[in-house]
């Protein structure tokens, strides 16, 4: 496996980081947590962080409402051997 392309990327991110970590607004970013497709921040010497590990596995565990699944010519095979329906 080839290492992720995460130079200059913290592993302990403020939210501000986190988020462009992920091209995404800290308002997304949050709400994604809220509901749960993205891990919580954590307590790190007093300020909350996000992991870029546990941020980065979000993606690689897909779930069943993956958005992959919804992207034609996708043929990624999810945890459990089924290959999504890319003809939808």
């Known amino acids: 496996m080839l290492p992720r392309a995460t130079h200059g990327w913290p592993r302990l991110m403020r939210l501000p980081t986190a ?3 992920l ?3 800290t308002a997304s970013f ?3 947590v809220a509901r749960g497709g993205l891990p919580a921040g954590m307590t790190f010497a ?5 992991d ?3 941020i980065d596995a979000a993606f690689d565990q897909p779930s069943e409402d ?3 699944r ?3 010519g996708l043929a990624e095979a999810d ?3 089924r290959v999504f329906d890319r003809s939808r």
């Open 79 to 81: 945890p459990k051997g």
């Open 70 to 72: 919804h992207q034609p």
């Open 46 to 50: 007093g300020r909350e962080r996000w």
């Open 23 to 25: 091209d995404m607004t």
């Open 19 to 21: 988020a462009a970590y």
């Open 30 to 32: 949050l709400g994604e």
């Open 66 to 68: 993956d958005w992959r």
């Open 52 to 54: 870029r590990h546990a």
